[in-house]
Structure formats: C-alpha cells, structure tokens
C-alpha cells in the first residue's frame, strides 16, 4: 500500500514540474514569435509581381505615378545586356512591361533622369538629342494606347545652355522640380543643383528658382515632389551626414521655407542611394535592391511614420449629359475644415476629370454645368480617418430635373443649436434657386430630417432649445365640504424641452429660397424628428425633391 501510495506522489510531482516546464515553453516560444513580428514589422517590404520582377533580368530606378498606376524602370533586356527603359500600366494587374521606343530610348538619353504625370501617361525624360538649347535638355512624351508620341522639348525657361533633368510635378501640374547640373552623361551627373518653377496662368513657365543652401549643398540631385505638395526626397553626397555615395534626404515645405534636410536612413546605403519614387498614399517608398540571387529587383519599403508625406486620395471619372456628351462644366473643390476653395478647373474635351484631394481634411467637390436648368452634382470626403482609399470612381449624369429626383443640400447647416441659417450654406441653396428659376414647371419639397430626436421634463443641455406645453384634463382626490372625498377634473400643464427645430429649419430655407426670387408656389416642405439610439447618431439630412 505505502508503494502505490508513494507511486502516486512521485506521478503527481513529474505532472507538476512537466506542466510548469510547458508553460515556461509557451511563454518563451510567444515571446519569440512576438519579437519576430515586431521585427517584420519595423523592416516590411513587399516586392513587385513577377509580371515586373524578372527572375534573370536586372531592374533599376523606378519611377511611379502618383496614382500608382504607371511605372517607369530600367532593365538590362537590351541586346548584349544594354540597359533598356520599360513602361508598364496596371488597371488590377500590372501589364507586361513594354520597351520604350528608339526615339526616346536612346544611347544620348540620361539613363535615369524620367519622369512620369500623376496619371502616368506622358513621360518626362532627359536627352542631348537635338534639338536641344543647351547640353542634355528635359523632354515629354505622352501615350496614346501603346504608342509613345513624338517628344516636346520643354523649351526655356526650365531647359538651359546647362543640362537637365529629373523632372517631378506636383499632381495638378502647376509646379516642377528638376536638377540643372554642370556636367551629364549618359550613365552620371555632377555639380548639380534642384530648381523648381510654377506654371503661370496662360501656361507658360516662371523662370526657375534654387532651392535653398539647405538643400543645395554643392550636388543636390534627383527631386521627387511627393504627391502633398509639400515633401521633397533629393539625393546628395555633399551633405554633412552621409552613409557613402549619394544618400537620400527628406525636407518639408511649410509656411514659406523649407525644413533641415534629414536623411533617410531607413532606406540608405554604404551605395549610392537616389532613385526612389512614392505613389501617392505616401505609405511605400519604392527603389530597387539587390536580392539573394544577386539580381536588382523593384521592392517596396514601408516609410516610418514620422516621415510619411501626407496621403492623397485620387479622384477621377466621366461628367456627361443625357442629351450632350461632352456637357461644358466647372468643377470645384471646397475644404470644409478651412472653408478654402482649393480647386477649381473643367471636365477634358471627353467628360473626364482627374484631381486629388489631401488627407487630413474635410472635402466637398462640386459639379456645376453651364446650363441652369441642369441638375448639378455635389459629394462630400472624409479624408480625417486611419484608412483613406487610394482613388475613387465617380462618374456624374447631368440632366433636367425629373419628378421624384433628389438633390442633396448637404452644405445647408444651421448656427449651433438654432435654425438660424449659416454662412457656408449659401453655396448650395444658390445652387438650388439657379435650376428651380431655370425649371419653373417644377415644384421642389425642401426635406428637413432630423436623426437624433431627443427630450427631456429639463433643459438638460443647450441642444434641447425647443419647448412644447401640453395642458392635460385629469382628476385628482378631493373633500368637499361635508368631508367626504371626491374625484374632481382639474387642468395641468406639462412642459417638454426637446430639439426638434426642423419645421423652422425648413422655414428659413424657405424664406431664403423666396428673397432670391424663386416663387413660393414652387416650394413645399416636409420634415421629420426619429429618436436617437444613441446621442453621436444624431444627424441632420437636409434635400430637395423636384415634384
């Protein structure tokens, strides 16, 4: 008996220690899987498909557009391993990359000294091929299906009896950065200084201006505008700090002056370090690297976060009319958190339009055609969330008004807790009186919808401005007067706080409406109150309905 007993004791005790044994096992194996993904983390990348990344070809000095839809890159494809230009396109899946032609892939080309539009379909490239009006010259070609056109020369003021190169744009092509250097080849550059110039309204370029000494340090090389508008990467040997060769570096552009370049040690190298490029999510850095195998290949590098430019979202479509295809329209673009217009410009002789807006912000982009008794088009983005896509489709019917259609007057607000109409709301209602004055058949029912209907016996906050009092017949006990005791009617008030201020909302629309001469036969109302599930769901709709 004392042996099992025994037995038992020395069982339990090997359970014991083997189950804290494991348990220490589970907590240093997590441990260890946890600093794994951490490190993966901090370092990940992401390489091209294999549709650009080929297993026995060298690719070099990619250039994105920055909508992320066009690259430009070197190759070693060419006869006897000559370095080559490629072009490629992606709709969903990168296409196969296609060669440059000779007219502009060429043995007096700067190797890597393109460019591509934020749509990536007109290049930008440096050549001494004449005709040129000094040493290498920046000239442009656009795509039209697969065919490359014939190359502009950029002329003066941006090309000299210098030499340049590596242009990069700002997304709406009105600024440019390049490189003016005192010596080029085909394969290098040196003494080189980063210039930038803007377009002037008739399209012509402003004379080019030197970047500061901050910047240009004696061979600042290699600009690329990211897509904010506000950060540089250049590229440079002469900097104080340096890893070897040419290095990256990061400066910012704000309120007038540009920031202490800081260098990019994420990514640089005890090599030269410059031909980088960033779409325009500004999340990955794209460059080439030298991968196992030996072979140069296309690799994206998450860009740390104290560093990443400002992201911009991509909008683009078809504005059309029922009745005309190509319907002359303004398109503007409004910052609602600044209350600044900050676009204004036309549809393409095709309907089409492209810009981008900036996260950070509050947007409403608006449509307004030339004909007033077209329906216009507005939309709002929020660009202030963790995650904004990187483009967005929208294409917009314009057309007369029909019964039954909706027009939403999201601009419409109101002073806080009042019915008082706001500035800002003037933009849409005028909107509103253009295409009802230009529709007098029609009639519009202004919706106010309130999302949010709270009330309350007190005034429990400033939001419940609206009092309402109901005066009840009820009976209460009472003694006459041999001391008996009676129901007797008697009146009572209840007094409701609440704010429901839609039926004067929708009045003041009204009124405004009328004063700009819209006649009051055609406007009606119909408004509405839902109680809130909780109070941050509570939102105001506001729209007119042809009728």
């Given at each position: 008996m004392m042996n099992i007993s025994l037995y038992i004791v020395n069982c339990a005790s090997f359970i014991l220690e083997n189950y804290i044994c494991m348990k220490r096992f589970v907590l240093l194996y997590s441990l260890m899987i946890a600093a794994v993904l951490s490190s993966f983390s901090q370092s990940a990348t992401r390489r091209l498909p294999s549709s650009i990344n080929h297993p026995s070809l060298n690719l070099y000095a990619p250039y994105i557009s920055n909508d992320g839809n066009g690259l430009l890159f070197l190759s070693d494809s060419g006869e006897d391993g000559a370095l080559t230009l490629n072009y490629s396109y992606r709709d969903s899946d990168w296409s196969p990359p296609m060669v440059i032609p000779k007219s502009i892939n060429h043995r007096i080309?700067?190797?890597?000294?393109?460019?591509?539009?934020?749509?990536?379909?007109?290049?930008?490239?440096?050549?001494a091929k004449a005709p040129t009006i000094g040493g290498y010259d920046i000239f442009t070609s656009e795509i039209k299906g697969n065919t490359w056109g014939d190359p502009q020369n950029l002329l003066l003021p941006i090309n000299s009896k210098s030499n340049e190169a590596c242009p990069s744009f700002a997304t709406d092509g009105s600024v440019i950065y390049f490189m003016r250097c005192d010596k080029m080849d085909q394969n290098n550059a040196n003494n080189c200084k980063i210039l930038r110039s803007k377009k002037k309204p008739n399209?012509?370029?402003?004379?080019?201006?030197?970047?500061?000494?901050?910047?240009?340090?004696?061979?600042?090389?290699t600009p690329r505008i990211m897509a904010d508008g506000e950060t540089l990467i250049f590229s440079s040997n002469k900097m104080a700090s340096t890893q070897g060769g040419m290095d990256l570096y990061q400066t910012k552009y704000t309120n007038g002056s540009w920031s202490t370049p800081v260098p990019l040690n994420y990514i640089n190298t005890d090599k030269d370090d410059q031909y980088v490029s960033v779409s325009a999510l500004g999340r990955y850095l794209l460059r080439d690297v030298v991968n196992t195998r030996k072979i140069s290949e296309l690799v994206e590098f998450i860009i740390p976060t104290e560093l990443r430019p400002k992201g911009m979202m991509k909008v683009e479509g078809m504005i059309t009319n029922t009745e005309?295809?190509?319907?002359?329209?303004?398109?503007?673009?409004?910052?609602?958190?600044?209350?600044?217009?900050?676009?204004?410009?036309?549809?393409?002789?095709?309907?089409?339009?492209?810009?981008?807006?900036?996260?950070?912000?509050?947007?409403?982009?608006?449509?307004?055609?030339?004909?007033?008794?077209?329906?216009?088009?507005?939309?709002?983005?929020?660009?202030?969330?963790?995650?904004?896509?990187?483009?967005?489709?929208?294409?917009?019917?314009?057309?007369?008004?029909?019964?039954?259609?909706?027009?939403?007057?999201?601009?419409?607000?109101?002073?806080?807790?009042?019915?008082?109409?706001?500035?800002?709301?003037?933009?849409?209602?005028?909107?509103?009186?253009?295409?009802?004055?230009?529709?007098?058949?029609?009639?519009?029912?202004?919706?106010?919808?309130?999302?949010?209907?709270?009330?309350?016996?007190?005034?429990?906050?400033?939001?419940?401005?609206?009092?309402?009092?109901?005066?009840?017949?009820?009976?209460?006990?009472?003694?006459d007067s041999l001391g008996?005791?009676?129901?007797?009617?008697?009146?009572?008030?209840?007094?409701?706080?609440?704010?429901?201020?839609?039926?004067?909302?929708?009045?003041?629309?009204?009124?405004?409406?009328?004063?700009q001469g819209i006649n009051a036969s055609q406007l009606t109302y119909f408004v509405n109150a839902i109680e809130a599930v909780l109070p941050e769901t509570k939102k105001l709709t506001i729209k007119a309905v042809a009728r």
């Open positions: 080309t700067f190797l890597r000294g393109y460019g591509l539009s934020a749509d990536g379909k007109r290049m930008y490239y440096s050549s399209g012509q370029w402003e004379e080019p201006e030197e970047l500061p000494a901050s910047i240009n340090t004696g061979n600042s090389q005309n295809p190509s319907t002359p329209a303004y398109i503007s673009v409004l910052d609602l958190n600044s209350n600044k217009r900050i676009y204004s410009g036309r549809p393409a002789s095709d309907g089409s339009y492209l810009l981008y807006l900036m996260e950070g912000s509050k947007y409403e982009m608006a449509v307004d055609p030339e004909q007033g008794n077209v329906t216009y088009f507005t939309k709002q983005f929020d660009l202030q969330t963790d995650k904004i896509p990187q483009r967005e489709k929208i294409n917009i019917t314009l057309k007369k008004p029909l019964p039954g259609d909706e027009l939403p007057l999201d601009l419409v607000q109101f002073e806080q807790n009042s019915s008082k109409l706001s500035a800002s709301s003037e933009a849409d209602l005028k909107r509103l009186v253009r295409l009802a004055k230009a529709n007098p058949a029609l009639k519009f029912e202004i919706q106010v919808l309130l999302g949010g209907y709270e009330e309350n016996t007190m005034q429990a906050s400033a939001d419940l401005t609206e009092i309402t009092i109901d005066s009840l017949l009820t009976q209460i006990d009472d003694i008996q005791l009676i129901k007797r009617d008697t009146m009572m008030t209840r007094t409701t706080y609440h704010n429901n201020r839609t039926t004067k909302q929708a009045e003041a629309i009204i009124t405004y409406l009328t004063a």
